[in-house]
């Protein structure tokens, strides 16, 4: 069987892509790999194909570098589809000697530089205020885009956010015991204006615990207990677009609250603890960081040496 939709009809495909979702430990990974998975599934039915392939394979890398999508994204995607097909051979769906062609189709080359969009401070400031704050689903929209860019979180992270997390700590409002990437824990400290922006949406929404982020249907009214992770990501791009900022995804606003956290005179290391990296090295791609050989940091160590 090298043919998708004969393993989906064969019913084997929800099964097959669990073996899959299963070999990654990372919840973040997780999700990704089930939309990539979903993703090429649409894009292999959506015309005939020579079956799973290395051709096929190929031919939905080009579609991918075809949409300008990061390499980062490209290698994600390619990455859980080399897994499909490893899963796929291993469970006598696919010749072992197609997986194999598959394993070889060449991914995005990482740049030293991670690919990702930042916005100017004018451009944030647009962004923020481009909600209709008039509305109950207004001042949610502005909450959020208030935590993504003031305080650095995932979208997932907005998403699970609790009142419980938001908690006074040295004498300010911050972000506690927030579980990220890999398990880790982190506390995000809140500027004042993002709290503002979530006092108005709860006040008006009526929240006082459990989920601080609520959906609000087409009536302006708090319907539900759990905002979805892909509302976040979608209710960002109309207000990007109003904001003259087109395509700028909720990823792009944690790097743009990196950037202007640095900007503003932050250390690195502490703009590190804020965005829960467990390397400096990530922060730096965050910013887009290059060295600077022309004003070297080093340049302002007043020593002599005598002659």
Known sequence: MTDLIAIQKFAGWGKLKTLVLDSVSSP??????????????????????PGFTKATVSAWRVSLEDRSLGSSSIIIRMSAIRKLAAE????GLLAPELAAGISR???????????????????????????DTTTTKGLRDRAIIAVLLG????????????????????????????????GRVRTAPMPNWVKMAIDAWTRVAGLVDSRVFRPVNRADRVSGDVLSEKVVWQLIKPYAEAA???GIAPHDL???CAKLCRAGGGELEQIQLLL???????????LGTKQDLIHAPNDSIKLRVAV
Not at 28 to 49: G, H
Not at 88 to 91: E, K, L, V
């Open 105 to 131: 189709v060449k991914s995005a080359k990482s740049q030293g530089i991670r690919v990702g969009n930042w916005l100017s401070l004018r451009q944030a400031q647009a962004l923020l205020s481009a909600p």
């Open 276 to 286: 829960g990296h467990a390397s400096v090295q990530t922060t730096e791609r965050y």
């Open 151 to 182: 305080c650095g979180l995932r979208r997932s992270e907005v998403a699970a956010l609790t009142f419980t997390h938001v908690q006074q700590r040295d004498g300010r409002w911050s972000i506690v015991d927030l579980v990220g990437k890999h």
């Open 244 to 246: 003259g900022a087109p």
């Open 88 to 91: 796929a051979a291993d469970n």
């Open 28 to 49: 973040i990974t997780k999700r990704v790999y089930n939309m990539a998975l979903d993703e090429f599934l649409s894009w292999f039915q959506q015309a005939p194909r």
């Open 254 to 256: 944690r790097r743009t």
